[in-house]
């Protein structure tokens, strides 16, 4: 009798994540994907890797959340599709008990959750600026000639730190370059960084938040040591980073799914790989508002539709 399993996808800007869990909530496989602006492919890619190991009968429910979620609901077939802020506050919850503060942050957004007795009170997101964010790292650490991996572990090198302008992405970069034109060495200048981004995630997206430890810190972020020693200094304590901090809100999806699930799943199997998914759009001209409706095909049949801000375009 095969075993039964749940998938969770958290579908980003910057990374696509699956995750597989077991009705206990063990992981028991995972991917981490560079989205690259092609989310359909990329999907579709994680599938793949995951499908060589499992049948589509194993899986018994699939969640989906990130900012392509509903996208990928529709090309899955997914039974539950929740936002990213109740996939993370499950998976933190579930993960790190009693967890009263997540700090989030990934490629494009960063966000705080208040979790009280296991439940999401109160949150915030940044969307506005990129400071802080994977890409901002990820861009940072080219320019100065950095993996990414290395790029905490150099803060921890400084004897110093330089105090970087934080509260804007090219205002940093400029202050960067301003500093090692100074003569100041990399180190020194990436905990300057470091320490900036922290205090700038603190006096915005945190601004006003009761953070009460544990506090556990998850989203691709998370692994640089760097931004983690950073914000102990602040906040005064120990920072926790999951294991599996880097695909957690797939985690979470894969777990509301198994929570949600009393029956069959609408999972299309992973034969879904070879179908054609595309995206068309078009304007509306009924009306002033002028709407971007997107139809998102399966083969030739149209499957999905959304955009319009009126019941005009609902039915399918």
């Known amino acids: 009798m095969n075993k039964k399993y749940y998938l969770g996808i958290d579908v980003g800007s910057v990374s696509t994540d699956l995750a597989v869990i077991d009705k206990k909530g063990t992981l028991i496989n995972s991917v981490y994907l560079r989205t690259e602006g092609k989310p359909i492919k990329i999907i579709k890619k994680g599938l793949k890797i995951l499908g060589k190991d499992l049948k589509d009968q194993q899986i018994a429910g699939v969640g989906t959340t990130g900012s392509g979620r509903n996208l990928a609901g529709v090309i899955t077939g997914a039974d539950i599709i929740k936002n990213e802020i109740t996939s993370h506050a499950v998976a933190a919850a579930d993960t790190v008990s009693n967890v009263k503060t997540v700090i989030e942050i990934g490629g494009q957004d960063s966000k705080i959750i208040i979790i009280r007795n296991g439940v999401a009170v109160d949150f915030a997101m940044n969307t506005v600026c990129a400071a802080g964010t994977g890409s901002f790292l990820d861009q940072q650490a080219s320019r100065l000639g950095i993996s990414i991996e290395k790029f905490g572990s150099y803060a921890l090198k400084a004897k110093s730190s330089v105090r970087i302008a934080g509260r804007c992405s090219v205002f940093a970069e400029s202050d960067m370059i301003h500093k090692q034109q100074m003569g100041y060495?990399?180190?020194?200048?990436?905990?300057?960084?470091?320490?900036?981004?922290?205090?700038?995630?603190?006096?915005?997206?945190?601004?006003?938040?009761?953070?009460?430890?544990?506090?556990?810190?998850?989203?691709?972020?998370?692994?640089?040591?760097?931004?983690?020693?950073?914000?102990?200094?602040?906040?005064?304590?120990?920072?926790?980073?999951?294991?599996?901090?880097?695909?957690?809100?797939?985690?979470?999806?894969?777990?509301?799914?198994?929570?949600?699930i009393k029956g069959n799943t609408k999972f299309k199997g992973f034969d879904i790989v070879e179908f054609d998914f595309r995206a068309e759009s078009f304007e509306c001209e009924e009306c002033p508002n002028g709407c971007e409706v997107v139809n998102i095909f399966q083969n030739q049949d149209l499957i999905a539709r959304w955009g319009a801000k009126c019941p005009r375009w609902e039915a399918v």
């Open 185 to 260: 060495d990399i180190p020194e200048i990436v905990a300057g960084l470091c320490q900036a981004l922290v205090r700038n995630y603190l006096n915005n997206v945190a601004k006003g938040k009761d953070i009460k430890k544990p506090v556990v810190f998850q989203g691709g972020v998370a692994a640089n040591i760097g931004i983690k020693k950073a914000f102990e200094k602040e906040l005064g304590t120990e920072i926790i980073v999951p294991e599996n901090y880097d695909v957690m809100g797939a985690f979470g999806a894969a777990r509301l799914a198994s929570e949600k």
